[in-house]
């Protein structure tokens, strides 16, 4: 059977995933046209809007969006029109984490995937080849398969790919550009296979033939999960071996540096923090604990729903060194928190640390002042107001402040938490800053960000994850 070749796409989900992903598509492949779609008409206007102020940052972005956009990509709220249009479909929505009902907790919430396959299946009237490109669980694909046939018109056919997307927000644009590797995963019939080949012909304008891996349909939806968990892993075995370092006087970057050496582990991944964040981690390890569970394998769950167990646990261990470290009582203090974003160089704030510390500072009754460069206060309050939805805003508001700048932040504090490891953090004048904090003066680096030796010259009392307080 010979690969259909692809002329129009449609990706429906204008998210961090879809944009982004779509938006390089289209620079790379001037011969397709790509119309990304979204229910979300603000977040649409947004990728419209003629100063480019986009609803997502990512470095690079704009860029891509400013030579593609109007030439073959376009982005737009008629999800029909473009689902119609289209040969192939990404489906790019949101998969978040089942608030309330069986499964609540873990399971990946399917509807906004049901929904846009519905809607698919509703409008069609030619064949498509439709592609997971949300994180889902495995055998996902069956499900959505067994709906567009129920509903689909006659003679209309539909092949389904996963096709996993691997992209880290903040460096979105070069992990596209040139990623390790294009998973698609496909059934393993003349169709499947063939389908499978039209997505790798797209991927090849750009990405050399030897990184596009094809697989079966169910192990790459899996392997997307599994690659998430085991990332997530590194990181909450490095957290777990810090607390180790804290207490016996081992420096944590000396272990990591000691055993990054090792060819079978490798440097990468092996940074302490204050524990990750980010809408994808916990979701999709959570999302292997139920697999789990629904498997009947309750060892292999439980194996899995540590790693998320000891991430909660660094947060809080790390709130209760900045408490116990300020003379076990941080009531009417000021804490300066530094970053709300989840990582550097995004504006997502999704299961950020930040949230936890500050939901942690404002339950011990302390003053918070806030600084991120790149997230919007209207997003800051909106988090504090989910963390603590029984408090009302303006009780909120009372005890946090949000600022335009770092040393803004910082005046009259007593300690300076950084959150989130954004490189100005590291440029600030440290010296202005400790002139205008009350003394003794603490700074708390949750992502060993800053040159802890230089701040201690200065007069700072300095306490980093993996090395025991001051230090
Ligand atoms: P997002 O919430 O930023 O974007 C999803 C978008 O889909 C939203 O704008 C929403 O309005 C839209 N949407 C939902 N249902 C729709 C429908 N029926 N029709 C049209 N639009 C609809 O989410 P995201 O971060 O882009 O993630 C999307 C998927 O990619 C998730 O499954 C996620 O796990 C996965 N993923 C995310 C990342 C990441 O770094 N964010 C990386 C890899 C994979």
């Not at 261990?317 to 995004?346: H, Q, W, Y």
């Amino acid at each position: 059977m010979a690969p259909v070749q692809v002329k129009k796409i449609c990706c429906i989900g204008a998210g961090y995933v879809g944009g982004p992903t779509c938006a390089v598509i289209a620079l790379k492949c001037p011969n397709i046209i790509v119309t990304i779609v979204d229910l979300n008409k603000a977040r649409i206007d947004a990728w419209n809007s003629p100063d480019f102020a986009l609803p997502i940052y990512e470095p690079g972005l704009v860029d891509v969006v400013k030579q593609a956009r109007g030439r073959n990509l376009f982005f737009s709220t008629d999800v029909d029109k473009a689902i119609e249009e289209a040969d192939l479909i990404f489906v790019s929505v949101n998969t978040p984490t089942k608030k309330s009902g069986v499964g609540a907790g873990f399971a990946a919430d399917l509807n906004y995937v049901e929904l846009a396959t519905r809607r698919i299946a509703t409008v069609a009237s030619s064949n498509k080849i439709v592609v997971e490109k949300s994180t889902v669980p495995c055998r996902t694909a069956e499900s959505m398969r067994t709906i567009l046939e129920a509903n689909s018109k006659p003679g209309c056919h539909f092949d389904i790919l996963s096709n996993p997307e691997f992209l880290a927000e903040g460096t979105a644009i070069d992990d596209l550009f040139a990623p390790d590797r294009v998973l698609i995963g496909s059934l393993q019939t003349p169709e499947g296979i063939s389908a499978c080949e039209s997505l790798a012909q797209v991927y090849s304008n750009w990405v050399p033939k030897e990184r596009i891996l094809t697989v079966g349909l169910w192990s790459s939806e899996l392997s997307k999960l599994a690659a998430n968990a085991m990332l997530a892993q590194r990181i909450s075995s490095v957290n777990a071996l810090s607390a180790i370092c804290e207490a016996t006087g081992a420096n944590i970057d000396e272990v990591a540096h000691a055993i990054g050496y090792d060819s079978r582990i490798g440097p990468k991944f092996l940074r302490a923090s204050v524990g990750f964040g980010g809408s994808c981690f916990q979701k999709d390890i959570l999302n292997l604990v139920y697999l789990s569970e629904s498997l009947h394998l309750p060892e292999v769950a439980a194996y899995w729903r540590q790693v998320v167990e000891m991430n909660e646990y660094q947060k809080r261990r790390f709130s209760k060194r900045v408490v116990d470290t300020l003379f076990n009582t941080i009531t009417g203090k000021r804490i300066a928190v530094l970053g709300f974003a989840f990582k550097a160089d995004t504006g997502d704030t999704r299961e950020s640390a930040a949230i936890t510390l500050i939901k942690d500072f404002q339950s011990e009754k302390a003053i918070v002042s806030v600084y991120d460069p790149q997230v919007p206060h209207d997003q800051i309050w909106q988090d504090l107001q989910e963390a603590s939805p029984l408090v009302p805003l303006d009780t909120i508001k009372k005890q946090v402040s949000i600022c335009n700048s770092a040393i803004e932040a910082c005046k009259n504090a007593e300690a300076v938490v950084i959150a989130t490891e954004w490189k100005e953090f590291k440029e600030i004048d440290w010296e202005e800053v400790y002139a205008n904090m009350n003394k003794p003066a603490f700074v708390f680096d949750g992502r060993l960000l800053v040159d802890a030796d230089k701040l201690r010259k200065i007069g700072f009392k300095v306490t980093t994850i993996g090395r025991p307080s001051n230090t």
